[in-house]
């Protein structure tokens, strides 16, 4: 690793200890380390399958659930979950759907999901949501096309898909909290997809620091107070390991 990267590693690693509120935002590429394929791409696996199937619906569903029991977070997640125990942590707004911020221990309250969750499908009739392993298990016991038991109606997973608009709620709550953190953090982020890419721009505006962490440029770089590229859980551990030892002394 080179000197550059030391001492920008090092700078991340002083506005940690000198904020009070830090929002982390993070998308793909975090996941892309737990092995987890970029589920929103145009294209993606559970994108392509049609309505009326209902067989690969419901294989959909179990594949899901099984592998949201197999993947596990990797370093930069527990890095994330450390900013939590040391109290710095305001909340992470992420564009992922897998939950594994919450599985690193980060408290379920103080994540912000962009784009929905695989934890939970949703009534295409009434709306009304379900956890996923609970409809999994139905298919396992043999009901072949599970449907609301209230009006009947399919289920889809409660994730946004490419191209539809954020939740309306998680997307105020992630402005406020961006427009009053005094350090924003961007981990494993293009900041392709807007408006989800506003918030670091909010948290500019708003008078806060800004480190962007992602392999690869972003619209913002040159916003941006520290610019590291390099992969989350590289750079993410390094930075939390200087922390430590700076808040030690
Ligand atoms: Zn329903």
Not at 8 to 31: P, Q, W, Y
Not at 48 to 70: G, H
Not at 230 to 248: F, H, N, Q, T, W
Request: charged share 30%.
């Amino acid at each position: 690793m080179g000197s550059e990267l030391e001492e920008r590693i090092d700078e991340v690693a002083e506005l940690i200890v000198n904020s009070k509120r830090v929002v982390v935002f993070t998308g793909a590429g975090m996941s892309t380390e737990s092995g987890i394929p970029d589920f929103r791409s145009p294209g993606g696996t559970w994108t392509r399958v049609k309505p009326d199937d209902s067989k690969k619906r419901a294989w959909r569903m179990l594949s899901m659930l099984r592998m949201m029991e197999l993947v596990q977070p990797n370093p930069a997640h527990y890095a994330i979950a450390e900013l939590e125990k040391l109290g710095k942590l305001d909340c992470v707004i992420t564009q992922n759907v897998d939950g594994l911020h919450q599985k690193a221990g980060v408290p379920e309250e103080k994540v912000i999901e962009l784009h929905g969750s695989l934890k939970w499908v949703k009534c295409l009739g009434c709306g009304r949501r379900y956890a996923t392993e609970e409809i999994a298990r139905r298919i396992e016991q043999g009901v072949e096309e599970p449907t609301c038991d209230d009006c009947g109606g399919m289920f889809k997973s409660a994730t946004i898909s490419f191209g539809e608009p954020m939740p309306v709620k998680e997307a105020k709550e992630a402005e406020r909290r961006s427009r009053s953190c005094d350090l924003m953090i961007v981990i494993g982020s293009s900041l392709a997809v807007f408006p989800a890419a506003w918030m670091p721009v909010y948290a500019k505006e708003s008078g806060a620091k800004l480190v962007i962490i992602n392999v690869g440029d972003t619209p913002i770089d040159r916003h941006a107070d520290v610019r590291i590229s390099e992969s989350a859980g590289k750079a993410m551990s390094k930075v939390m390991e200087r922390v430590k030892s700076k808040l030690a002394t």
